[in-house]
């Protein structure tokens, strides 16, 4: 799962793909809580043998993405994303909302 930070407009995700990319890619964000589904502009680095995809888009706080990055059109990445300002590692579901 990626973390990006709903107060940023310009995200960076780091993943591994499953194929050296040859074309230009399409990054699709399906919203798992509107259902909407939206291609953003992209542009990526390779490096190690790692993929660093640059974007620009604004998220709401706790929204779930499903992220396909497609390669003409064989997918090359597929995952999930989640934006949120808790640390990952800290990252609870229900914060704030119940106390004990």
């Known amino acids: 799962m990626k973390v990006v930070l709903p107060a940023d407009t310009t995200h960076n995700i780091t993943l591994i793909p499953r194929f050296d990319t040859v074309n230009a890619l399409t990054l699709s964000l399906y919203n798992e809580a509107t259902k909407v589904s939206t291609t953003v502009s992209n542009s990526y680095l390779e490096t190690d043998g790692n993929l660093v995809i640059t974007f620009d888009f604004t998220f709401v706080e706790k929204d779930k993405y499903q992220i396909k990055i497609l390669d003409g059109t064989d997918v090359l ?15 609870k579901l229900t914060d704030g909302r119940y106390t004990y």
Do not use: C, F, S
């Open 77 to 91: 990445y597929r995952g999930k994303l989640i934006a949120t300002t808790q640390e990952p590692q800290d990252y």
